[in-house]
């Protein structure tokens, strides 16, 4: 009894590279991706964080530009100039302008 003759194909020159690069990139283009997804995750976590503290600091900034003008007002400055003996004399101010 004959064995049965199993056709064996023969590959041509650039066949085994195409195989191989196919299947490099059937592994590799997933992984990219997901790596991909990951690092802008991370980012966006980042962009986050920063519009957090940025926010935090315009109320802080609002706050002492708030208290800034609390102390430059008329009523401050002449109650602290009372506290220090000081008097009041309108003709001896002088306006910078900047």
């Known amino acids: 009894m004959k064995k049965p003759k199993i056709k064996t194909y023969k590959y041509y020159r ?7 690069l196919i299947i490099f990139l059937l592994i590799a283009l997933p992984i990219c991706t997901v790596l991909t997804k990951a690092v802008l995750s991370e980012t966006n976590i980042s962009v986050e964080q920063l519009k957090d503290k940025i926010e935090d600091q315009e109320g ?3 706050s002492l530009s708030m ?11 002449q109650q602290v100039a009372d506290e ?5 004399n309108n ?3 002088k306006n910078i302008n900047e």
Not at 84 to 88: A, H, R
């Open 91 to 93: 003709t001896n101010i």
């Open 84 to 88: 220090q003996g000081l008097s009041y």
């Open 60 to 62: 802080k900034n609002e």
């Open 67 to 77: 208290q800034i003008d609390e102390l430059a007002s008329l009523d401050k400055i």
């Open 14 to 20: 650039g066949e085994r590279l195409l195989i191989k």
